[in-house]
Structure formats: structure tokens, C-alpha cells
């Protein structure tokens, strides 16, 4: 279930992201953890391993097939789906109709990184 870990500044904080109950051995730690620092645990909607499976899919699409140049596909702040980067001249439209998921999808545009 583990989704993934992030540290807030305010309040300063480690946050646990965790898809459905969490295990005796992690919430033991988290416990522990709390004696010393403040511990967040936030449900997530999805898996690290989900996310990661789901990504991969996306990122294989074929684009000759699909006539859209991915760049990246990560995994959204909250573990609530994925963000897909792709490329500058893609039409969003487009974009959105052949890029289907069962999770929720942001988009943005990105590119090769070029040195000045």
C-alpha cells in the first residue's frame, strides 16, 4: 500500500502517503517516528507499485500509433494518479482522447532540455 513519503514545512512534518490500512509493522514505526518528529499519514489512491505499473504503460504507447511524443509520466504529488509531460506541438485534445487511464491524468507541455 505504501504511496509515497513527502516533508512539509508547515507545520513541519514527514507525510506518509498509504493506499488502505496500514500494516502493524509500519504503524509500529510510525509511532516510534512520532516521539521525535511530527507524522503525517494521508490515505492515497492509488500504490507506488500502481502508479509505477500505470506509468510504464503510458510511456510505452506507441506514437506512431498514437501521434502523441511523450515526454515523462510521473506520479502526482497525493498518489491520486499521473502526470503526463508531453510534447510541446501536441495537440492537447488529441492528447487527452489517446492517452486513456482508470486514473486521473494531468498534462503539461515539455520538451528536450538544451543547454544554453
Same mark, same amino acid.
Request: aromatic share 6%.
Given at each position: 500500500?505504501?504511496?509515497?513519503?513527502?516533508? @512539509?514545512? @508547515?507545520?513541519?512534518?514527514?507525510?506518509?502517503?498509504?493506499?488502505?490500512? #496500514?500494516?502493524?509493522?509500519?504503524?509500529?514505526?510510525?509511532? =516510534?517516528?512520532?516521539?521525535?518528529?511530527?507524522?503525517?499519514?494521508?490515505?492515497?489512491?492509488?500504490?507506488?507499485? =500502481?502508479?509505477? =505499473?500505470?506509468?510504464?504503460?503510458?510511456?510505452?504507447?506507441?506514437?506512431?500509433?498514437?501521434?502523441?511524443?511523450?515526454?515523462?509520466?510521473?506520479?502526482?504529488?497525493?498518489?491520486?494518479? #499521473?502526470?503526463?509531460?508531453?510534447?510541446?506541438?501536441?495537440? #492537447?485534445?488529441?492528447?487527452?482522447? @489517446?492517452?486513456?487511464?482508470?486514473?486521473?491524468? @494531468?498534462?503539461?507541455?515539455?520538451?528536450?532540455?538544451?543547454?544554453?
Amino acid at each position: 500500500g505504501f504511496g509515497m513519503l513527502a516533508v @512539509e514545512d @508547515e507545520p513541519s512534518s514527514v507525510v506518509l502517503f498509504w493506499k488502505g490500512p #496500514l500494516p502493524r509493522p509500519v504503524q509500529g514505526l510510525v509511532d =516510534e517516528l512520532q516521539r521525535t518528529v511530527r507524522v503525517v499519514v494521508r490515505d492515497a489512491v492509488y500504490s507506488q507499485d =500502481e502508479l509505477r =505499473e500505470e506509468a510504464r504503460r503510458i510511456a510505452a504507447l506507441d506514437q506512431a500509433r498514437i501521434g502523441v511524443k511523450i515526454w515523462g509520466v510521473g506520479s502526482l504529488n497525493d498518489c491520486s494518479g #499521473l502526470t503526463v509531460v508531453i510534447d510541446r506541438s501536441t495537440d #492537447l485534445a488529441r492528447a487527452r482522447h @489517446e492517452i486513456a487511464s482508470v486514473m486521473k491524468l @494531468e498534462f503539461s507541455f515539455g520538451g528536450p532540455i538544451m543547454a544554453l
